[in-house]
């Protein structure tokens, strides 16, 4: 008896002793002794528990555009469940979730189990024994305990893993008691893993199924539940079969708890995935070139700001109309294949980089690669060994490529890839609200995924003719009027001390026809001569200037090619800016794209106001609107072959643009409440056409911007009506009818002419 008294009381010892060892664990895990076990989130955490949540960009008519996220994340409430998920959670995860507290008494069962039996085999089972409950697996979720709050023994084996699991415990009881059961079941949806870069119920519904959480039925819901654990393993569109069986699991659950009958369940079990796949990234949806630039300046707006564009769930609203972006992305789209089909009937096969005298360029490929990353990286790998990398970029290999009709699949090497992609024709293409400055749509590319470079602002090329409008402004503030004649005759720059000591521009074909005309009318048929004349009175630093004034960011030498785009490189985001002016009453207003910030909560940041700056003085501003519309009105202007439609009650002014040997396209159309351009080339200005006439802009580009207007004003959900120019609030003190003027002139001689102009500007 004594010895039975003796064994009880050591069993009493040894129970309390576990239990005091117990409670003095998990108080020690709680409170981190000595930082043996890893920091614990803090009431305040638990208060306010926090998740990397995406920044979402929206359009000027509140349309989600896109996200910038590290995991693509977006949290929804209670509420916007269906009933149906909720169900399939609770049968999959956690049946006694409304029946405990945080920590499910059975399952610490199974879990402490799971612990006796990992040691029992030297870890070779794992601990994780299904135990954990919903309010757990959320505590690891949310705080990412076991990647994050690490402490000295977190690393032990076996210990480490235990420590783990008592945090789960602990946090799991405080979220109880700090949240409902529903909250805590949106919250675990919201913060759990779905696989194909979706985190969050509301990213998952939309990407396997293109539907929001509510909408969720039970097919639907048993297979992104099924997810939750291993959602590469029970993916739908990678391993369909695993994802059949473990929503056969499910729905067998379904039927145990008598949530569904015989029938329903049999039902169920023939019903197929029905998924409408999608993954959300950057390359696909509305406006991913703009996407892209908006995101390099949002990064460093919120480094100088204290924020994470990747995890604070900003909210960007930009200018971006997104009715407008889809009738510009469509046109950019249409047209391009349409002249992409011309280019390699053009070329029929033959490769498109050819010298200033229409031969193909030797090596370009191999020079083109070797310029890029991707060629410095793989010769670096192989000891610098040319001979073993040119092996290695001409192994062909499966890849997937771009065309036109869709994505092909095909066997290609680097280098073929690299020959294929070369042909392509790119373009860019942005509108802007002048008097504003909001951009209303962007354009960069002819697809985002293959071609990563941005055409509106990123890209810089040679103006072209694009830029004679800035040399006229120039004229006409200094004094001269759109009626004021010209003689369109070979103008000679001195260039002392280079070879050959002067420059001659020619006009286009080569010729001049000794003809008289106003600026007016040279402008319109973009005669080279005369601009070349006006720059030469004006000097080429005066253009320089109003070029600057008028926005122009690039740098541009001061040399006499400059009036014909041919003293530097030029975006077509400020070409558009410059052309805004004229519409903006001489006031240039710099563009921008985001119109306000806000947090997460819904609070304002900041608004944005965009930069202003006189440029021109009104009178000029309208004059040169004047001298626009001469593209469409004049005999043989450049964008005589517009769409009559277009320039029904509806003041058009225009200008074209076409680089040496046709290497670029421009076209920059004005009207009241729009100010848009287009510019297309190759990928190298070698590149192009081998006529100029295939190649000009009015061909190329000033189609683009033809079908979008055309779209955008048979918009009636668009308040983007036609009308006339403004006209300046003061009386214009230059004549602008110089039709009797034309009528007189067109009799006269280059002998009378030059009577009338001095020689020395000329020759």
């Not at 789960?168 to 919201?190: D, H, R, S």
């Not at 020959?419 to 609200?433: D, M, P, R």
């Amino acid at each position: 008896m004594n010895k039975l008294k003796r064994n009880i009381k050591k069993l009493w010892v040894i129970l309390l002793s576990g239990i005091t060892f117990i409670a003095i664990f998990i108080i020690s895990v709680n409170y981190n002794v000595f930082n043996l076990f890893g920091g614990m989130p803090s009431l305040q955490d638990l208060e306010k528990p926090e998740s990397e949540l995406s920044s979402e960009l929206y359009s000027s008519d509140n349309i989600l555009l896109g996200k910038y996220f590290r995991y693509n994340r977006s949290p929804v409430k209670f509420d916007e469940l269906s009933d149906e998920l909720v169900t399939t959670l609770l049968v999959t995860e956690d049946i006694r979730f409304y029946n405990h507290s945080g920590i499910d008494l059975k399952g610490l069962v199974r879990a402490t189990y799971g612990v006796i039996k990992n040691i029992a085999t030297f870890g070779s089972t794992g601990l994780e024994g299904g135990g954990s409950t919903i309010t757990q697996q959320l505590a690891k979720n949310l705080f990412k305990i076991r990647r994050e709050k690490k402490g000295k023994l977190s690393n032990v084996p076996f210990l480490g893993l235990v420590i783990s699991k008592v945090k789960e415990w602990i946090v799991a009881v405080k979220l109880e008691e700090f949240y409902t059961k529903k909250e805590i079941l949106a919250m675990y949806l919201n913060t759990a893993e779905y696989g194909s870069n979706s985190y969050g119920i509301k990213v998952a519904a939309k990407t396997y199924f293109n539907k929001e959480p509510s909408q969720l039925n039970y097919n639907e819901s048993s297979i992104i539940v099924g997810l939750l654990n291993k959602p590469t393993k029970y993916n739908p569109f990678f391993n369909p079969e695993n994802a059949t069986n473990k929503r056969s699991e499910i729905f067998y659950n379904l039927y145990k708890y008598n949530i569904v009958d015989k029938t329903e369940y049999d039902s169920l079990i023939l019903t197929d995935l029905n998924l409408n796949y999608k993954v959300q990234n950057q390359n696909v949806g509305q406006a991913t070139y703009f996407r892209t630039v908006v995101r390099n300046y949002l990064i460093s707006w919120a480094k100088e700001n204290g924020y994470d564009l990747f995890s604070d769930g900003l909210k960007i609203y930009t200018t971006i109309d997104s009715k407008m972006q889809e009738h510009a992305e469509k046109a950019v789209i249409e047209q391009m294949n349409r002249l992409q089909n011309i280019f390699s009937e053009h070329w029929d096969g033959r490769n498109p980089w050819i010298d200033e005298k229409g031969f193909e360029i030797k090596d370009f490929l191999k020079n083109n690669i070797k310029r890029t990353r991707y060629f410095k990286n793989l010769l670096k790998n192989n000891d610098n060994d040319t001979i073993k990398t040119f092996e290695l970029l001409n192994k062909k290999k499966k890849m997937r490529v771009f065309s036109w009709k869709g994505e092909i699949d095909t066997t290609f090497s680097i280098m073929d890839s690299l020959k294929y992609y070369k042909k392509f024709l790119q373009a860019g293409f942005v509108s802007i609200e002048p008097k504003t400055g909001h951009i209303k749509a962007w354009v960069g590319g002819i697809n985002h995924k293959y071609f990563k470079y941005d055409h509106v602002k990123q890209g810089k090329r040679q103006p072209g003719s694009t830029i004679k409008p800035i040399v006229y402004a120039a004229a006409i503030d200094n004094g001269y009027s759109p009626c004021y004649p010209v003689v369109d005759a070979p103008v000679v720059f001195e260039l002392p001390g280079q070879d050959p000591p002067y420059w001659r521009p020619d006009n286009h074909n080569g010729k001049w026809t000794g003809e008289t005309m106003t600026l007016r009318q040279a402008m319109a048929k973009s005669v080279n001569s005369i601009t070349a004349f006006m720059t030469k009175k004006l000097s080429p630093k005066t253009v320089v200037d109003y070029a600057k004034k008028l926005g122009i960011q690039s740098k541009l030498d001061p040399v006499p090619a400059v009036c014909l785009g041919a003293g530097g490189d030029v975006s077509l985001f400020d070409l558009v800016g410059a052309y805004s002016t004229f519409i903006n009453q001489g006031i240039w207003t710099e563009p921008f794209f985001i119109s306000r910030i806000e947090d997460k909560y819904g609070n304002l940041i900041q608004d944005f106001i965009p930069t202003k700056q006189e440029a021109l003085s009104e009178e000029t501003a309208y004059l040169m609107l004047h001298m626009l519309k001469g593209s469409k009105e004049e005999e043989g202007g450049t964008a005589r072959g517009l769409n009559p439609e277009l320039t029904f009650n509806n003041d058009v002014g225009a200008k074209t643009g076409t680089t040496q040997n046709a290497s670029d396209g421009w076209f920059i159309g004005v009207t009241h409440n729009l100010v848009s351009g287009a510019w297309v080339g190759g990928d190298d200005r070698s590149i192009h056409f081998r006529d100029w006439v295939y190649g000009q802009g009015a061909r190329t580009a000033m189609p683009i911007w033809q079908q979008y207007m055309l779209n955008v004003y048979a918009d009636n959900t668009l308040s983007i009506e036609k009308g006339r120019f403004d006209k300046p609030t003061k009386k214009i003190n230059v004549e602008i009818d110089c039709s009797v003027y034309n009528n007189e002139i067109k009799s006269d001689s280059l002998d009378l002419i030059l009577d009338k102009i001095d020689a020395s500007d000329i020759f």
